[in-house]
Every structure is written in C-alpha cells, then in structure tokens.
C-alpha cells in the first residue's frame, strides 16, 4: 500500500531554515512525479514544488522559488524539500505527494498523508 510519511516541519524563527522529509513505502519514488504541496490556515492547497525526474523538470511556485529546493534520495526512498528564509506567510502543513509535474505547476494526484507543520514566527 502506498503511504508517505512527512516529517522535519518545526516552529522557527523567520529567516531560519528546515529540510522537510518524504519517506515512501509501498511504492518507488523514481517511477513517478511527487509534489510538495502546503495547507495554511482558512486556505486551499498550494503547490510548492515537484519533482520529475524522467521528464528532467523541477517547479517552483513563484512565491517560494530561490528559497525552497526540492532533491531526492533514491536509496532512502524519500524527497526532500529544503526551505530557506522562512517568511510567516510560509506558515502551513506541508505534504508530499505523486503528482502530475510541469515546468508551470503541480496538481496531486495522490492522497494526502498527515503532513508536517511548519510555523514561522518570532
């Protein structure tokens, strides 16, 4: 059974940093295209980032591009988002996964797992 587990979210400082995790099990990331996709407060998801390495893409929304950095490590099986910079509006639940992945956007195409918080106050 396909399952992502989030993890790596924190309160923090602005300015500061996190590497947010994706660990998969029941699936093989390197056969498709994951998203990274936030949830804040009385909003709709949002769309961060993804992933397709077959297709040699990677997006960035523009309210995050040159702050978040999406990688992946195909022998632990997990994504990574590295988020630099924190602003408070980045505040929200963040969570990964499969995705359809172009140069100009993400939408899910998976289900949601639980996330991770990321909080960035002072």
Sequence with gaps: ???FVESGGGLVQPG????????????????SAIGWFRQAPGKEHE?????????????????????????????KNTIYLQINSLKPEDTAVYYCATAHCWA???????????????????
């Design 1 to 3: 059974q396909l399952q």
């Design 16 to 31: 500061g940093s996190l590497r947010l995790s994706c660990a998969a099990s029941g699936f093989t990331l390197d056969r």
């Design 104 to 122: 100009r956007g993400t939408s899910k195409t998976g289900t949601w797992g639980q996330g991770t918080q990321v909080t960035v106050s002072s």
């Design 47 to 75: 769309g961060v980032s993804c992933i397709n390495v077959r297709a040699g893409i990677t997006y960035y929304a523009d309210s995050v591009k040159g702050r978040f950095t999406i990688s992946r490590d195909n022998a």
